[in-house]
C-alpha cells in the first residue's frame, strides 16, 4: 500500500472572473493518481469546519481511495489555492494559507495500524513552510524508515510562501535527502542547484536512492543506482497542465511500490517501463480543467 501524507485542499480554477471549486493539493492528487494507476492507496489529512472543508468530505468518495483519513479542524479554516491559466495552458497559483488547517497535523493523526502493509509513505511538502510542519514531517518520516518504509516526496516549491529561495532551499534539503524516492522539475532542479545542466544539476543533488527529473512535454529521466535513462514524453496541448506532475508521480508510485512487493530492485531498467507509464498518465492529465 502507498499512504500519502499532507495538504488536501481546495484549487480555485479560473476561468475568466469566475472560480470554481476542485478538490486538490499536491500529496492528495498524488494518492488518487497512484489508485487510478491500479495501486491500493491511503491518505490522512486535514480540512476546516467551514465550506471548502465541507465541500471536501462530500466529494471523497468519488475518488475511490482504500483508506481515507480527514481529520476536522474546528478553529482553523481549509486552505484555498486559486488558480489562473494562460494561453498554453500553464498555471499561476496564489494561495489562501495563513494559520489554516493543512499543516496541523500531529503523530498522533497517522496510525500505520489503519492501514494495510504500507510499503511506501508519501510525504507532502506544503506543510515544511511552517515550523510545526516541518515538525511533523520530521517526526513522520522518522517513524516510517523504523518500520522499514519507503519515504518519497516530490519537492513542489512554492516560492510566494518562503521569504527567500535560500531559506526555501535551506529548509527542503534535509526532507529531499531523506527521501527514497524523489521527484522535481527540471525547473525545480536548476533552481535548487543552481546549476544551468540537468547533468549539472543532479551531480550537484547528489540524491542517493531514485530520482525522477521531469521535462514537461519533452519527456521525463530517472536515476538509479549510478545509471540513467530519457523517456520521451507522449505529445499533446495542454489545456491545463495543474497536476500532470502528480498523475505522473502518482503511477510512478504505483510502478515502485509493485516492483517492492515482488521484490524487484528498483534498478533504472526496471523503473524505465514504470516512467513510460507515469509520462502517459501525466500527457492524459493535462487535458482536463483541474488538478485530479
Given amino acids: 500500500m502507498i499512504l500519502s501524507v499532507g495538504e488536501i485542499l481546495v484549487d480555485m480554477m479560473g476561468n475568466g472572473d469566475t472560480y470554481t471549486m476542485h478538490v486538490g493539493g499536491a500529496p492528495f492528487n498524488v494518492a488518487v493518481g497512484a489508485k487510478r494507476a491500479g495501486a491500493e492507496v491511503g491518505f490522512v489529512g486535514k480540512v476546516g469546519d467551514d465550506v471548502p472543508g465541507k465541500f471536501i468530505l462530500k466529494n471523497l468518495d468519488q475518488f475511490g ?103 526555501r532551499n535551506d529548509i527542503f534539503k534535509p526532507y529531499l535527502d531523506s527521501a527514497d524516492i524523489l521527484k522535481l522539475g527540471l525547473d525545480e532542479l536548476l533552481d535548487y542547484t543552481g546549476a544551468s545542466t540537468l547533468d549539472e544539476g543532479v551531480k550537484v543533488l547528489d540524491h542517493k536512492g531514485v530520482l525522477f527529473i521531469t521535462d514537461g512535454g519533452n519527456g521525463s529521466h530517472v536515476y538509479a543506482g549510478g545509471s540513467h535513462a530519457f523517456i520521451p514524453s507522449t505529445k499533446v496541448t495542454p489545456i491545463d497542465t495543474t497536476g500532470a506532475g502528480d498523475a505522473f508521480f502518482g503511477t510512478a508510485l504505483q510502478g515502485i511500490d509493485k516492483l517492492l512487493a515482488s521484490h524487484t530492485p528498483l534498478t533504472v531498467d526496471a523503473l524505465i517501463p514504470v516512467t513510460e507509464k507515469a509520462n502517459l498518465a501525466g500527457a492524459e492529465a493535462t487535458q482536463k480543467l483541474g488538478a485530479i
Fill in 65 to 167: 481511495l482504500d483508506k481515507t483519513v480527514i481529520k476536522v479542524d474546528h478553529v482553523r479554516n481549509t486552505t484555498l489555492a486559486f488558480v489562473a491559466h494562460d494561453e498554453k495552458g500553464e498555471r499561476d497559483f496564489a494561495f489562501f494559507r495563513h494559520d489554516t488547517a493543512d499543516y496541523q497535523l500531529s503523530l498522533e493523526d497517522v496510525d500505520f495500524e489503519l492501514f494495510t502493509d504500507v510499503k511506501i509513505l508519501h510525504v507532502g511538502t506544503l506543510m515544511l513552510s511552517e515550523a510545526v510542519g516541518r515538525d511533523f514531517a520530521t517526526a513522520l518520516i522518522g517513524k516510517a524508515k523504523k518500520k522499514g518504509i519507503v519515504i518519497s516526496i516530490d519537492a513542489n516549491f512554492r516560492d510566494d510562501i518562503y521569504e527567500s529561495k535560500s531559506a
